[in-house]
Structure formats: structure tokens, C-alpha cells
């Protein structure tokens, strides 16, 4: 008896490694992935993409460096575009697509992108972009632009995108 339980515990001790989310793959990060909640941040209640999609206008994707989600100065003229088109154009919405390349595991880049459509949302919001009409959705590494394996296509895969809806 005392076997199997030592036997039953010991087994739920390495589950309990096991699924706390060890990282396979890459360095790891360096900066912390916590996203405080926003102030006008609401309860999602109907996503944007049941909407029509703009087509008559498009953005530059925002590029990140590996492993991070921190906006590059360089990055924020192609922010300040997108902030100036929805203060202009008070009927249309915003999904933020956050990108990963295809280093790390699916669950590592599901997060990482989230996060980066988040800080892209967040540096909107800083702008005076209503926070109700911009939403989030991470595709980690599973939309990559360039096929390619190696620094040039992992750079171009590293990206928020701009979706756009009526």
C-alpha cells in the first residue's frame, strides 16, 4: 500500500513539472510577459471579424526583435499612421494580429504573440485611440510571410498586422 501511494505521488509530482510550461526551444526571454489591464478596457462581446473588412486602405506590419515584445522607435511613425487613420475614421475597427517566427514552442509564440498585439494596443490607446474599437489576436508562428529558415524570414515573420473592420 505504502508503495503505490509513494508510486501515485511520485507520479503527480512529475506531471506537476511537467505542466508548468517548460519552454523547448530558443534563450530564454528576458522580459517579463505581463500585461497590466488597460484603463477602458470592457468584456469582449462580439468580435470584429463578424464585421466587413476594410480593404480600401492597409498598414505596414510593426516588426519586433526576437524574443520581445518592446515597440522599436523606429517602428512608431508606422503606429502613429494607423492612430491617425482611426481618429479619422470614427466607424471602423481595429484587430491587432500579433506574429512569431517559427523558433520556440507553439505555446511559447501563442503568448509571445498576444503580447506584442497588446503592446501594439496598448502604444494605440497612448494615442487616443478609443480602446472599445481595437481588439487582439495572437497567431503565434502559424501565418508566417516568408517560408524561409533562416534570419531574414525569421525578422519579416516577427510582426503585428493591421485588420481593419466595419
Known sequence: MKSSLWYVGTLLFCVAILASGCRTGGDEMGESLIIEELDGDHALMERFEDGVRVTDVSFDPVGFRYDSYQIDGAEVGKLNRVADYLRGEG??????????????????????????????????????????????????????IDMGHNDAAWTRNRRGEFALYR
Open 91 to 144: 466607424g471602423v475597427n481595429l484587430v491587432v494580429e500579433g506574429h512569431c517566427d517559427e523558433r520556440g514552442s507553439r505555446e511559447y509564440n501563442m503568448s509571445l504573440g498576444e503580447h506584442r498585439a497588446l503592446a501594439v494596443r496598448a502604444y494605440l490607446i497612448g494615442l487616443g485611440v478609443d480602446s472599445a474599437r481595437i481588439q487582439t489576436r495572437s497567431y503565434g508562428e502559424e501565418k508566417p
